[in-house]
């Protein structure tokens, strides 16, 4: 069951907000007054589906992807503190877009919406094709390769922009290779990962360390652009 409270001038533009919130109507909710208001205080409205909390999850996600106008199937299987769902059908492809924009659109639409006044977190995890996980092995083989060619080449290695998860995966993929080290640099949406050789323990410390050992920089994938 998912419960919401919601505060407006009135009674009925809370309640409004509240099924809007959650895309249901009235059947499908039970509604309680908190608080009718008044000329100094809003008036507060507690929504409760009266569906599963399970149940409540397949709606939102199933709403967002008909406004999509995308025919898929669902299917949902619970996780540590919330649901994973899995989006199958021939218009699958579209719902995860390119790099997985659009399925993180639909993950981060689903945890903001179905969280909001909650006091234990629902964590909502979509995933359409089994991308998460291709997408993983993609990006620990391309940090392996790129860590090598650091290495060899004796050179800095910028990646393109990537998003907070996809730069955690490279980051802990080369916190186990004693021979680069990795750091983020620039601000959301561009910011990047640098793949940069150790210098032998000796050269640490002075000033031009990289210019003596021949160390460059060299960028990798899409150029970053600034908005």
Known sequence: MIVIETHAKSVEEAKQQGLLQLGMDETQVDIEIVNEGGEEELAVVRLSTKWSEEDGVLDYV???LDRM???????????????KVTINGE??????????EVLDAIQYLAQISLNRDR??????????ENY??????????????????????RVKVELEPMNPHDRKIVHEM???????????????????IT?????????????????KHGIKTRSFGAKKRGF
């Open 195 to 211: 793949i940069e050789p150790k210098l032998p323990e000796k050269v640490y410390g002075t000033q031009s360390a990289f210019r």
């Open 132 to 153: 998460r996980a291709r997408r993983e092995d993609t990006l620990r083989d391309l940090a392996a390769r790129l860590a090598d060619r650091a290495v060899r080449d």
């Open 62 to 64: 199933c709403g967002l």
């Open 174 to 192: 080369l916190s186990e290779d004693d021979r680069v080290t990795t750091f983020s640099t620039g601000t959301e949406p561009n910011r990047f």
């Open 69 to 83: 106008d995308l025919d898929c199937s669902l299917d949902i299987e619970p996780i540590e503190s919330g649901y």
């Open 119 to 128: 006091e234990n977190y629902l964590k909502v995890a979509v995933d359409a």
């Open 91 to 100: 218009d699958s492809n579209y719902a995860i877009g390119h790099r997985g």
